[in-house]
């Protein structure tokens, strides 16, 4: 069984007890998560398309931790000028432990 929800303004593919990362929320670690916005639900044979949202679905999470990704360096520099900027960047991402699937209704 799997479902695929919309979190953060993007789509993710959800499996009971996998993990996957957001974008930050500001939760602490150990809180939990109902995230309602799920557009398909598939388990073995059938599968529940939402249109958009399936009405009365929702994923069970739990948040595990909240990490930063690898930095990204943005570099500027402008041509037979004495310009030059380095910048790094860091996103905060939150780790959520996917619980359960309730496909209601």
Do not use: F, W
Not at 58 to 71: C, F, G, N, R
Not at 80 to 104: D, M
């Amino acid at each position: 069984m799997y479902a695929i929800i919309e979190a953060c303004g993007k789509q993710y593919k959800v499996l009971p007890g996998k993990t996957i990362m957001v974008e930050k929320l500001s939760l602490d670690k150990g809180a939990d998560v109902t995230l309602d916005k799920v557009l398909v639900i598939t388990e073995e044979n059938t599968s529940i398309y939402g249109s958009p949202y399936i009405n009365g679905a929702k994923v069970l999470a739990s948040v595990e931790d909240t990490v930063k990704a690898p930095k990204v360096i943005v570099y500027k520099q402008r041509p037979r000028k004495v310009y030059r900027k380095r910048r790094g960047h860091r996103q905060s991402y939150t780790a959520l432990k996917i619980k359960e699937i309730v496909s209601g209704g």
